[in-house]
């Protein structure tokens, strides 16, 4: 099982729709949690971090997490054509330091 | 405030030649982490530098290493370079708050071993 698990699409949603990225992390004692963005050919890019149960909003951007369920979630409302990227969930633990483990990442494509 | 900067951007290497690649983080982060990403294997931790120690390391042989100074600037290097070496190499840096540990990428050195 891989510490944390993401779908890799593609996902194809409608420009204006609502896209749904889901993650699952196998630690429990994960503790801070994380999506990037990726353009191809570029770096990842921070857009939202979560740290406690529930939802946090940033714009269009909804971060949802459940550390019962072991699951985060991240909604992109009202999707544009420049949303289409790899969107990489992130999971850290505070170790002595702190150890990130990223997910292989969602493929998005927003059709025009 | 300027991004996290990484040099070279590309780099050619043949089997068996050694590399060295440079990170210089945020100003103000003491937290550098390095990371090799390749298309079959994603992004994937190989260590965490704050105030010049090693803090985590993940699971690549010794022929990876690092270090860190006192102006947090890091470095990383490839000793015996070896074909699945090439890969996009990511430096991130933090602030290394208790109640997170957002990080930062820089552009990401491209190197390929032939």
């Known amino acids: 099982q891989k510490e944390v698990e993401q779908n890799s699409g593609p996902l194809s949603v409608p420009e204006g729709a609502i896209a749904s990225l889901n993650c699952t992390y196998s630690?429990?004692?994960?503790?801070?949690f994380f999506w990037y963005r990726q353009y191809s050919g570029k770096s990842p890019e921070l857009i939202m971090s979560?740290?406690?149960?529930g939802d946090k909003e940033d714009g269009r951007f909804t971060a949802q997490l459940n550390k019962a369920s072991q699951y985060v979630s991240l909604l992109i409302r009202d999707s544009q054509p420049s949303d289409s990227a790899t969107y990489l969930c992130?999971?850290?633990?505070?170790?002595?330091?702190?150890?990130?483990?990223f997910g292989a990442g969602t493929r998005l494509f927003v059709k025009a | 405030k300027a991004g996290v900067t990484q040099t070279p951007r590309y780099l050619i290497k043949t089997r068996g030649q050694q590399v060295t690649l440079s990170c210089s983080p945020i100003?103000?982060?003491?937290?550098v982490s390095w990371y090799q990403q390749t298309p079959g294997q994603g992004l994937q931790f190989l260590f965490e530098?704050?105030?010049?120690?090693?803090?985590n390391k993940g699971n690549f042989p010794g022929r990876f290493s690092g270090r860190q100074f006192s102006n947090s600037r890091s470095e990383m290097n490839v000793s015996t370079l070896e074909l699945g070496d090439s890969a996009l190499y990511l430096c991130?840096?933090?602030?290394?708050?208790?109640?997170?540990?957002?990080?930062?990428f820089g552009p990401g050195t491209r190197l390929t071993v032939t």
């Open positions: 991130a840096s933090s602030m290394d708050r208790d109640a997170g540990y957002e990080q930062y």
């Open positions: 630690d429990r004692v994960s503790q801070s």
């Open positions: 979560i740290y406690s149960n």
């Open positions: 992130a999971v850290s633990r505070n170790t002595g330091g702190f150890k990130t483990i």
């Open positions: 100003s103000g982060h003491r937290s």
């Open positions: 530098y704050f105030s010049e120690t090693q803090r």
